[in-house]
């Protein structure tokens, strides 16, 4: 006779959240594939289908048509599992993103990104604040709530500034153009737009919470800096020196677990510093990695033992699972659809027109400065995190919000097409050629 273990109310409890993360798991990971072969079907990079899966899973659709079945699936006990689950896997791919970085292109072309970052956030944001003035009138009621004009004003700038880290980078990794000169100065000039980006929402937020303080503001910006230098003159060679007696194989390209132990016990302490400092934990997996990057045994044993699992569990989570929670609604009035055009062109005007501009002052030929300008423009959801805070802060009103989602959606879904129109008769050419998403007659 089989005896069954008989369950205490606590493990009960664990086994039915147990299973409703497994179910929500399968169900994430199978449509995020289907997802992302149509995308790929589409010349589009996976994260735009992966986007798009749980855009269609959530509230916009799936969660519309079939409401208690969303219910039970995704339920909302649920949901602090999942977004670590997320952010973990965020935390490994721009840690493998900084692996592949390439700091010898910054040699020559540092001053470029650093203008490119700047004016990636400075005229975006001065564009968005802008037209906050003419479209408040419209929406300041919205919903039959009174929305501050001054909170207003400051998120729509802020909105307009950022750059999709993770995006990118999936877009960069897919294109296999990490390592070249554009992608190298997109990624930097990509890290320290969003640095300020993250400081700038801080900062407004507190504004808007009326608990403004600069002293903190001083505080993180400093913070950063020294951990930079922690990062670069400490942390890096004692890393170097402890990895070298951790690689075993006929040409020294594996990684015993315990240099894998040493490897993540880093990265996690790096996550927790920055998260610490205020500025999220993935610019401290970014920096490591950029630190490690010319370590190539590391890049290559990382590569074969990581991205493949990141690529199919953890990322599809992200993406999918921030869609699931994203209700695109609808465009009521043809004032909507008016003000959705004006700061469609205001975003892709200030990132991509301005970033372009920046990166060719900075000695790029022009289609190569427009490739950089195209990778800048995606937004993707780390836009979308960033109107969120602004939706719950009560600044930013319904129907504002579903616009500032689909600019936020359609300046990433802009980018892979702009790319492989823009790379042929530049550097990107070979290598976008040699991608899924480009092949020989695109490239």
């Known amino acids: 006779m089989i005896c069954l273990p008989i369950l205490a109310a606590g493990d009960a409890k664990t ?8 179910l929500q798991l399968a169900v994430i990971i199978a449509a995020s594939q289907v997802g992302a072969r149509v995308a790929k079907w589409c010349r589009q990079p996976a994260v735009v289908g992966e986007i798009a899966a749980g855009l269609l899973l959530g ?16 339920a ?40 490119t970052s700047l004016t ?18 419209y929406v300041y009621q919205d919903g039959g709530h009174p929305v501050s004009f001054a909170g207003f004003l400051l998120f729509m700038g802020v909105s307009m500034s950022i750059t999709a880290i993770p995006v990118l980078a999936r877009i960069l990794l897919e294109l296999n153009i990490v390592r070249t000169r554009i992608g190298a100065v997109t990624m930097t000039a990509a890290a320290v737009d969003d640095v300020i980006g993250w400081i700038l929402l801080a900062a407004v937020s507190s504004i808007v919470q009326a608990q403004f303080n600069a002293w903190r503001l001083l505080q993180m910006t400093l913070l950063t800096v020294a951990f930079l230098a922690i990062v670069t003159f400490i942390i890096r060679p004692v890393m170097k020196w402890l990895l070298r007696r951790c690689y075993v194989g006929e040409d020294q390209s594996d990684l015993t677990p315990g240099g894998l132990a040493l490897v993540l016990v880093a990265l996690f302490a790096c996550g927790i510093a920055t998260s610490l400092i205020g500025i999220f934990a993935i610019f401290g997996a970014f ?48 004032t909507h659809w008016l003000i959705l055009a004006a700061v469609m062109t205001a975003a892709i005007s200030g990132k991509w027109g301005g970033c372009t501009f920046a990166a060719w002052l900075g000695g790029f030929k022009l289609r190569e400065a427009a490739c950089i300008g195209a990778l800048m423009n995606t937004r993707g959801l780390m836009g979308l995190m960033v109107i969120n805070v602004g939706r719950e802060l009560g600044v930013i009103p319904e129907s504002i919000f579903c616009i500032l989602v689909l600019v936020a959606l359609l300046t990433t879904l802009m980018t892979t097409p702009l790319l492989l129109w823009l790379a042929p008769g530049t550097e990107l050419q070979p290598f976008v050629a040699k991608s899924e998403l480009g092949g020989s007659d695109r490239a």
Not at 324 to 330: A, K, P, R
Request: no cysteine; glycine share 10%; charged share 10%.
């Open 15 to 22: 086994e039915t959240l147990l299973l409703r993360v497994l």
């Open 59 to 74: 509230p916009s659709l799936f969660g519309w048509l079939f409401p208690t079945v969303t219910g039970w699936i995704f």
């Open 76 to 115: 909302p006990e649920t949901a602090s599992v999942m977004q670590i689950l997320s952010q973990l896997g965020l935390i490994l791919l721009l840690f493998l993103v900084g692996l592949e970085f390439d700091f010898g292109h910054l040699r020559w072309h540092g001053s470029a990104a650093i203008a």
């Open 120 to 137: 990636g956030v400075i005229l975006p944001f001065a564009l968005g604040a802008g037209l906050a003035p003419l479209i408040y009138p």
């Open 287 to 334: 920096l490591l990695g950029a630190a490690l990057s010319d370590e190539e045994p590391l890049r290559k044993a990382l590569g074969r033992e990581l991205r493949d699992f990141l690529s199919v569990f953890f990322l599809p989570i992200f993406f999918t699972y921030t869609g699931l929670h994203t209700n695109i609604g609808s465009l009521e009035t043809v």
